[in-house]
């Protein structure tokens, strides 16, 4: 197994043991970008010299005993998690310029470990998209299809982890944006529960839906880097106060006794892939075997998931990027002469169509005479939905169900569509709702070699039954082997 190969497990023992250094690992990585992204499109910015720089010291500090286990480690970056003195595009015109002052605080967090930051990958603009087709710098492909799209918005670290140019990367997750692509490009990833990661220097799409997490080439390297980004910050006002288990102590064999539900207005939906609903069946009887007892549940208020969704998420944004108006930093239209017009024309240039589409829904949803109707609304039926979870685990430990409804698509065959578009993340919604862990795990291919991702939730802050089960089931199986050609 090359270096590039390998995960972040098995780095962080070889470095550890001083059978390589880091900078062989992180050159290795490296020649890794520069030999596949011509043809992937992952990474926006690649930090070549800096990347080195922090190589050299991580190797300094495992030589004088200093090691924490991602010291030495290769990651990529979403490009909308600010690091100091490196471009924070949100993949868009309108922050094209933009180098923040600062490091967000999970990037402190990996660098107070060591870890070797690459660069930042491509993403849907400002996270607004399933496919990051949506990006205004790039086209991101699949790794095991580069015809298809990656998925979305975290395409870019999705794919990066997928094709051995990163050994881990950081996403966020809004509403399925870490676990659609992890589903689609065959690798872990997990979005942790609302509150549990600090938001401190993520770029605001709808605060209270986002999250960042992790997305890794195994369960084990995903409890690694949770353990590393996880728990509270002052600076975050949504970050809770609670104390952050090791993850990977639940990394344990066997699930005897442990209780999943399978909501029956997932599994009877309607337009799933027979090839999702062969692998969710597969899933389910390994499973089993593992000694999980798996029973229907439900979750009644599943058909207004996506309608609420796409009512709270825009009205946010349309208060979020409010900001972006051509004064303070980013693109600005020079030619206009009047204050309005250049903030019109600013932002008519600036931001793609899809960002503009939902401004528009979430400007009329929150004007005056529509706030109670839309808003308002939407917020009620969001806390019916919250309740059918809480009354769902009341009787199991876990949620599973498919991540995407089928594999991932061709590029461009959705583009003229947003309303197919936005069905495609009918199962990842829910959980961003009402604030849950949830997690993508491989389980299965398409006949045409696509991977598929098995969705599993828990309750509130309960990230350890997560791992304990996806790390069960990925021992079982071998669909996290696999690598695209």
Not at 94 to 106: E, M, S, W
């Amino acid at each position: 197994m090359t270096l590039h190969e390998l995960s972040i497990e098995k780095a962080g023992e070889l470095l550890r043991n001083k059978e390589i250094s880091s900078q062989e690992l992180t050159r290795a990585v490296i020649d890794r970008i520069e030999a596949t992204d011509d043809k992937i499109g992952a990474y926006v910015t690649v930090a070549k010299d800096s990347a080195m720089e922090s190589a050299k010291a991580a190797d300094k500090a495992i030589a004088e005993g200093r090691v924490s286990p991602l010291t030495g480690i290769p990651l990529s970056i979403k490009d909308l998690i600010c690091t100091k003195g490196l471009l924070t595009t949100c993949a868009s015109k309108i922050l094209h310029n933009f180098v923040p002052p600062y490091d967000a605080a999970v990037i402190r967090r990996l660098k107070d470990q060591g870890a070797v930051i690459l660069g930042k990958v491509n993403m849907d603009e400002f996270a607004m998209g399933s496919s990051t087709e949506n990006s205004a710098i790039k086209l991101t492909r699949n790794p095991w299809d580069i015809n298809r799209i990656p998925g979305g918005s975290s395409g870019g670290s999705a794919a990066s982890v997928a094709a051995d140019s990163a050994m881990g990367s950081l996403g966020s997750d809004t509403g399925g944006s870490i676990r659609q692509p992890a589903s689609h490009c065959g690798v872990v990833g997990m979005k942790p529960t609302y509150g549990r990661v600090s938001r401190f220097g993520l770029v605001a799409y709808a605060s209270s839906l986002d999250q960042i997490g992790p997305l890794t080439k195994s369960v084990t390297d995903c409890a690694m880097m949770m353990n590393a980004i996880a728990g509270y910050d002052p600076a975050d006002s949504t970050s809770v106060p609670k104390e952050v288990p090791d993850y990977t102590a639940s990394l344990k064999p066997g699930l005897k006794g442990m209780r999943i539900g399978l909501p029956r207005e997932y599994h009877a939906a309607e337009g799933l892939h027979p090839d999702v609903k062969q692998a969710m069946e597969h899933s389910v009887k390994t499973l089993e075997d593992l000694g999980a007892e798996l029973f229907e549940v439900s979750l009644p208020h599943t058909p207004y998931v996506v309608a609420v969704y796409y009512v709270i998420a825009p009205c946010e944004a349309s208060s979020n990027l409010a900001r972006y108006d051509g004064v303070k930093y980013g693109f600005r239209d020079k030619s206009q002469k009047d204050l309005l017009e250049m903030y019109r024309s600013t932002r008519s240039q600036g931001f793609g169509l899809e960002v503009q589409r939902r401004i528009v829904i979430g400007t009329y949803c929150l004007s005056a005479g529509y706030y109670d109707a839309y808003y308002g609304k939407a917020s009620q039926v969001r806390t019916l939905i919250m309740e059918d979870f809480k009354q769902a685990f009341e009787t199991c430990d876990l949620i599973l169900s498919p991540v995407a409804p089928a594999p991932a698509f061709a590029i461009g065959e959705n583009a003229d569509d947003p309303l197919t578009m936005y069905l495609s993340d009918i199962f990842t919604l829910s959980a961003n709702l009402a604030g849950i862990p949830a997690m993508s795990v491989p389980c299965g291919f398409s006949k045409d070699g696509l991977p598929i991702g098995l969705q599993l939730m828990a309750s509130h802050f309960n990230e350890e039954m997560l791992f304990k089960a996806a790390y069960n089931f990925e021992q079982a199986t071998e669909f996290h082997k696999r690598k695209p050609m």
